[in-house]
């Protein structure tokens, strides 16, 4: 798996250092520009990151999108209005005025501007606004909105299979039966063996949890203009941080003590093995993370550098070969989008069972 996760995200380094590298010899190649460069990076981070709106097609004032509040905490107090008001604006130049204060969108980072001032203004050597803050931004923003979205198909899914078992303790039909499978695969395949039979329906809410939030999220995002949930870090950190903090309540006696003061092993090597264990106890949920969060981001980064390869070279021949590639990519994508819940679900599992297992000494 270590190494199918690694060679995932060499090819998207490697494509994405190809299409930078086409894209400067482009650049060098005319000084007269008639069209605005296709600048691929850009277009990748764009359609990689969160946004304060679902943007389909099209720029400017003919763009496709679908809105998103957008709530900043102030000094002066709370401010809504829509994303809309931006008018798909992410380079800082259209100004929103609202209850009296002046707000851009600069690269989905909003700033309020200081009293008097019409357009914000950088310092080129650190990138720091000079006229401007950021107020604190509790938007709902694409990630969030598909967050809910998710959370709301979890909540009919789970309660219809549920409403089923009330009424019949026959097996479910149609997609209800798929529903209750993965339910049991998750249970037989995954709980039992990690945690063991005793300790593992203590754990099963979280799991199953966890294994059908990453799995429809990972499906939802290969949609077109759909968010990148699992892609993004902050949201993988905040599962990790659940793993963690199940490990750390969980946790017994004995697992403290191979923590702390592991039995069997010369005394002159326990302080050592203490210092890389207590390293261990944090670094696990550190790799189920960054495991997430590279797998995904690295599927869409090679998906969207195939395609932007046709816009580079400017000719319909290279969609024959970039077209297929790319499709192939994302049909393998959805045996990805499983496997990185899968993973994700019992690696989860493997450090509980290691917190509450109990052992036998002699």
Known sequence: MATHKSSRITVALMLFLFLNSFSSFAQLETDEVVDEEFNPTEMIMHHISDSHGWHFFGEGEDAVTLPLPVILWTDSGIVTFMSSAFHHDTEGEYVVEADGRKFVNYHEKIYMLDEGEEALQFDEASHAALNADRPFDISLTKNVASMLITAILMILLFTSLAKHYKKSKKAPKGFTNILETLVIFVRDEIAKPQIGEKKFMKFMPFLLTVFFFIWISNLMGLLP?????????????????????????????DYWQHVFWMPGIPTFVKPILAIVEILGVFIKPIALMIRLFANITAGHIIILSLIGLIFILETAG??????????????????????????????????IGMAVQEHEHH
């Open 225 to 253: 203009g759909a968010a990148n949930v699992t892609g993004n870090i902050s949201i993988t950190v905040a599962l990790g941080l659940f793993t963690l903090a199940l490990i750390l309540v969980n946790a017994n006696k």
């Open 318 to 351: 290279v969609a024959a070969i970039s077209v297929p590639f790319a499709l192939f990519i994302t049909v393998l994508e959805l045996l990805v989008a499983f496997l990185q819940a899968f993973i994700f679900t019992m690696l989860s599992a493997l450090f």
